[in-house]
Every structure is written in C-alpha cells, then in structure tokens.
C-alpha cells in the first residue's frame, strides 16, 4: 500500500518555494501567557522560545525587518468573535494585562513592529502585509506559537500574499507534540518551506544576491 508520503510525491505537492533576496523575521505570540503552561503554554513552547532567541539576536545582525504578534482584545470584551467562544481565556490577554506582552528575552527593540491582532492570523485584521511589502519582503522567516493554531494561520496567509513561507522548526511550539508534529508535516506539503534556526542563521549569514 501506498503511504502518506508517497501521495503527497506522487500529486506535486512538497516542493521548494526557496529562500529570496529579502527576508523578514516574525515572532508570533511569544507572550508571557502562552509561555506559561498554567495559562496557554506547555508542550514544546519554552524551547523554542531559547531557540528563537538565538535567531533574533542574528536577525538583528543581519538588519532584515522584524515584526511581533501579540493577542489583545479590549478591556470591556467589545471587539471578541467566535474565537473567544472557543476560547473564553483569551479574552484576559488586553493591551496592559502582563499575558500580552511579549517575553522579555524577546523584548522588541526600537523599529521593530508589533501587530496587535484578535484572531489566529498575524494577517486578518491587520497592517501586517502592508508593513512587509512596504520593506520589499519577498521571504518571511515564522517562529512563534502555537504550531497548529496561530502559526499554521499566519503561515497560509503569508503564503496567500505570495511571500515565500519559512518555518524555523525549532522556534515554533505547541502545547500539544501530535498536532506540532502533524502541522510542519502539513505546511511543509502545500504552503511553506521547513528550516531549521542553525540552517536560517547559514543563510542570514551569507551576503544576499541582488
């Protein structure tokens, strides 16, 4: 019998979008609640976090565009949706509240974007895409959680826009392994390329083509 891999090979699904001449780091939802397990974290999310550390620290080095998400909803709840049905507990993560902010081992440095948004995608909503081509973003590096929620999201939206998609396997997490693991497995098939963090700083590394 045929597996799982060998359909997906067999239908042309698997290739390379490649790596361009611009690429753009985004850091989704690296914030203090989803790094917490007794809030929305656990899993594989504080590891990644140490990872993505490492890549922002190169990223700076390497003075390509830097953008952050964060979860916020208003003080009074006017702005929920369906989302926060499935979620009540999101709704605590407002502009103040110590949940939404990012990390401090993340902290966003001067000139680095933070897109404010309410649903899984770091896209709907939001300037975010507007903000990337305005930079001539052409390759968009994804790290971030959770794996199967925000980042599969913002993943099939970057791809949507017609960036060429990167996920940096190891600085993007999930409460959950299974879904984690089903999700890169996924994304790397139908809507982005998969890369390691040592492989990403490689490239960041290198001199850029023009």
């Known amino acids: ?19 361009g001449k611009q690429p753009a780091l985004l850091i989704v939802d690296f914030v203090n609640a989803f790094a917490n397990p007794d809030e929305f ?5 504080g590891e990644a976090i ?3 550390k490492v ?4 990223s700076r080095l390497a003075k390509i565009p830097i953008a952050f998400t964060r979860v916020i909803y208003a003080e009074d709840g006017s702005d929920a949706g369906v989302f926060c049905l499935k979620a009540p507990g999101l709704l605590k993560l407002t502009e103040v509240s110590h949940g939404s902010q990012v990390v401090d081992d993340l902290a966003p440095g001067v000139g680095e974007y933070i897109v ?8 709907f909503g939001t300037s975010l895409a507007s903000w990337l081509h305005a930079r001539l973003v052409d390759t968009l590096l994804v790290t971030g959680c959770t794996t199967s929620g925000c980042i599969r999201a913002s993943v099939v939206d970057a791809m949507s826009y017609n960036f060429r998609t990167v ?8 409460r959950a392994i299974a879904p984690h ?30």
């Open 116 to 123: 404010r948004k309410t649903q899984p995608s770091a896209f």
């Open 181 to 210: 693991d089903a999700n890169l497995f996924d994304m790397e098939q139908k809507y982005a390329d998969l890369m390691t963090s040592e492989e990403v700083i490689e490239k960041l590394s290198a001199p850029m083509t023009t």
């Open 50 to 52: 140490a990872k993505t």
């Open 167 to 174: 996920v940096v396997t190891d600085c993007v997490g999930d």
């Open 41 to 45: 974290g656990g899993g594989n999310i």
């Open 55 to 58: 890549l922002l620290t190169k």
């Open 1 to 19: 019998m045929m597996n799982e891999v060998d359909i997906y090979e067999r239908q042309g699904f698997g290739n390379q979008s490649g790596f």
